[in-house]
């Protein structure tokens, strides 16, 4: 007769994928009650840890863990490469961005040194605080990105939430404040832009997956060039720049390059590239949309608006390629 601890269980690890359950559900249900008396076990519930451990397993086995069907496969491969492509260029952006500013701020005289120098002195203990820890934490990325590669994915964890921290402040101040938080649908897609490519990241770089790696180069040189074309867009065009300008003309340069050298490999390589960098480009076009969108009725923002619909139109248009790419790699599989 089956108990309310034993239905309680296998409740639970319905969190599993049904091909793991298949496989290992009667063993776990087993190992779970062998060492509980039977007449305990109606007043009895799994553990939170063992909950937590069921869920970690779920997340596991349906991100390409061993022994996992080609669909998790490919899902946890998709994954992997999405947060390596994003971390990559948030990595980039967090280290140009202030080297950029800290160039402009002690170039221009000792005026504009000393207003750069008051965002972290004139504002009080607790925002001075949060402005250094707005310039030092986002450099997990850069942390992450080349702890990743170097197969340290606890290291790169780490990385990548203490990156992300920041992005959170502007909602904080929001609760804690009764000033209305300023275009919020942006400053909740960035948001988004860190924290999906982080949680993707903690996920799917599990004890069971393959190590990271780069389609192509090093990563030294590929991160090099990241910051190169990110610099590039932010010095050559300020009248359109804005937080995601450099990224996304980053993206659009790599996603180009790789669907260019892709036509011309002979092995298949890690599958899902392509899909990943369409799910990139789609997160991407909405954070753009959000940026452009307060601006589209404001006089005199006739430039920034027109790079950013010619950008956001490129976008889109490459991340559908992406995608049909991505769909005909996996139909070729």
Same mark, same amino acid.
């Given at each position: 007769m089956t108990t309310l601890l034993e239905t309680r269980y296998r409740t639970v690890l319905r969190l599993l994928p049904a091909y793991y359950?298949?496989?290992?559900?009667?063993?776990?249900?087993?190992?779970?009650?062998?060492?509980?008396?039977?007449d305990t076990q109606d007043q009895s519930r799994p553990t939170l840890g063992e909950v937590v451990s069921i869920a970690a397993l779920a997340v596991r086995s349906r991100l390409g863990a061993a022994g996992a069907p080609r669909p998790y496969v490919v899902l946890g491969s998709v994954t992997r490469l999405f947060a390596l492509a994003a971390v990559l260029l948030l990595a980039a952006s967090a280290v140009v961005a202030p080297v950029l500013r800290?160039?402009? !701020?002690?170039?221009?005289?000792?005026?504009?040194?000393?207003?750069?120098? !008051?965002?972290? #002195?004139?504002?009080g203990v607790l925002a001075g605080t949060v402005a250094v820890a707005q310039w030092v934490l986002p450099l997990g990325w850069a942390v992450a990105y080349f702890a990743l590669l170097r197969d340290r994915p606890r290291l790169?964890?780490? @990385?990548?939430?203490?990156a992300a921290l920041p992005s959170l402040w502007p909602l904080l101040r929001s609760v804690t404040d009764a000033t209305p938080l300023p275009e919020p649908a942006f400053v909740t897609m960035l948001a988004l832009l860190a924290w999906l490519p982080a949680l993707a990241l903690c996920t799917a770089h599990h004890r069971d997956a393959p190590p990271a790696r780069l389609p192509a180069g090093t990563p030294g040189l590929v991160f090099m060039a990241t910051c190169v074309v990110t610099g590039a867009s932010l010095v050559l065009l300020p009248a359109v720049s804005d937080l995601v300008w450099g990224p996304v003309n980053c993206f659009v340069v790599g996603a180009l390059g790789l669907l260019l050298w892709s036509v011309r490999r002979t092995d298949r390589g890690v599958p899902g590239g392509a899909l990943a960098l369409a799910v990139l480009g789609l997160l991407l076009l909405a954070v753009r949309v959000a940026a452009l969108y307060p601006w589209l009725r404001?006089?005199?923002?006739?430039?920034?608006? $027109?790079? @950013?619909? $010619?950008? $956001?139109? $490129?976008?889109?248009?490459? #991340?559908?390629?992406?995608?049909?790419?991505g769909r005909r790699e996996l139909a070729a599989r």
């Open positions: 359950r298949r496989e290992r559900e009667e063993e776990m249900v087993e190992t779970y009650l062998e060492d509980l008396d039977r800290l160039t402009w !701020s002690f170039t221009r005289g000792g005026a504009q040194r000393r207003l750069f120098l !008051s965002e972290f #002195t004139d504002h790169a964890r780490l @990385g990548v939430l203490a404001v006089p005199g923002a006739a430039a920034y608006i $027109a790079g @950013g619909l $010619a950008q $956001a139109g $490129a976008l889109a248009l490459l #991340t559908a390629v992406l995608a049909v790419a």
